[in-house]
């Protein structure tokens, strides 16, 4: 496994599996009529910010952050992330390396703390993952994400120091 900056040529490896996700509408707080234009701007980040992918052994793309700053000016010293492993390619641990290898970035490109506004609580494989990284949940917002079979549950804004 290698992780590396995205290029342009990497977002159709992407984008299938980030629709996927997008569709299934149980992690992440995106209207699932999102169209691939309206995605692509949003995922594939020019400096500040920054999008990674995870490609393995074979040359797949099989995971993708992105990071920018959580707020403009005084709060761009805060990182504000998103992760999403291709589900094909799920249980392997590469949510796990990506997300060490994208915190370690983070700092490197001068953040000093990374949150997370909207983490699903029911997304708990994430929510234990972001712990055992030393993340912190600051607060739950009560019935913030409406879950397709789950109904309304909260979404967990989680901190962590660079």
Excluded: C
């Excluded at 799920?90 to 490109?109: N, V």
């Excluded at 912190?136 to 962590?160: C, D, N, Q, S, W």
């Amino acid at each position: 496994m290698r992780f590396r900056d995205a290029t342009a040529e990497d977002w159709p490896r992407i984008w299938p599996f980030l629709r996927r996700t997008i569709i299934e509408g149980t992690t992440l707080t995106w209207d699932p009529n999102t169209d691939e234009v309206s995605a692509r701007a949003q995922w594939m980040h020019e400096p500040p910010g920054r999008t990674i992918v995870a490609v393995d052994d074979d040359g797949r793309v099989v995971g993708t952050s992105e990071t920018h700053p959580n707020k403009p000016g005084p709060g761009s010293h805060v990182a504000n992330a998103g992760f999403l492993v291709d589900p094909d390619h799920g249980g392997k641990g590469i949510g796990r390396r990506l997300a060490e290898y994208t915190i370690k970035q983070a700092s490197a490109d001068g953040y000093r703390a990374m949150q997370f506004n909207a983490v699903v609580e029911t997304n708990t494989r994430a929510v234990e993952l972001w712990r055992s990284l030393g993340f912190t949940i600051l607060t739950t917002v009560p019935e913030a994400f409406h879950h397709p079979e789950k109904g309304y549950v909260g979404l967990h804004v989680m901190y962590r120091r660079l």
